[in-house]
């Protein structure tokens, strides 16, 4: 009767092991991936939204047009 007890003992460890390290421990890995990739997604779209205050796209712009030369077409 012992050896039918620590038999059924050691079978529910090893499912409680493969439990564990094959659908729980991925499981965890896999969110916690997800989360961090999830937190970057946002940051960058933050950045995009909120430029830094030093960057200016409209000064470049009024720049550039003061230094437009008209085109001419020159005929031969």
Do not use: C, W
Request: charged residues 25%; without cysteine; proline residues 4%.
């Amino acid at each position: 009767m012992k050896l039918i007890g620590l038999i059924a003992e050691l079978f529910v460890i090893y499912i409680l092991f493969k439990l564990v390290f094959e659908f729980i421990l991925p499981l965890y890995r896999a969110s916690k991936q997800m989360n961090q990739k999830m937190q970057e997604f946002q940051q960058q779209n933050h950045q995009k939204q909120n430029p830094e205050p030093g960057f200016d796209n409209k000064s470049n712009v009024n720049n550039t047009s003061k230094d437009y030369i008209d085109f001419e077409e020159i005929k031969s």
